[in-house]
Nanobody
Framework: VQLQASGGGLVQAGGSLRLSCAAS????????MGWFRQAPGKEREFVAA???????YYSDFVKGRFTISRDNAKNTILLQMNSLEPEDTAVYYC????????????????WGQGTQVTVSS
């Protein structure tokens, strides 16, 4: 089971990036999926998640700027990030929840390797 995150890079403040997380080895079409991030010297934090039902969850600091979506046909979860700020600089990780429900309190036993997002001021 592998989750491969991609799409990170360097962008100026106000710019956009779209992260993608592709699953291989098994399908996660009936699992909740989430994105987390970890900035240098800080703990990993929840960013966004999407339950199997389609319900979405966002942290307050990305609400209105980030959008999580999934393409079950491609076994892929996406994170569209707009209006990026220097404070969004971090390594972003995708994760699959244990069950169909996602959200900040769900259990995520499956993790990708992370993709670096750097936002310059």
């Amino acid at each position: 089971v592998q989750l491969q995150a991609s799409g990170g890079g360097l962008v100026q403040a106000g710019g956009s990036l779209r992260l993608s997380c592709a699953a291989s080895g098994r399908t996660f079409s009936r699992n909740g999926m989430g994105w987390f991030r970890q900035a240098p010297g800080k703990e990993r934090e929840f960013v966004a998640a999407r339950s199997w039902s389609g319900q979405t969850y966002y942290s307050d600091f990305v609400k209105g700027r980030f959008t999580i979506s999934r393409d079950n046909a491609k076994n892929t979860i996406l994170l569209q990030m707009n209006s990026l700020e220097p404070e969004d600089t971090a390594v972003y990780y995708c994760a699959a929840a244990l069950g169909i429900v996602a959200g900040p309190q769900a259990r995520y036993p499956y993790w990708g390797q992370g993709t670096q997002v750097t936002v310059s001021s």
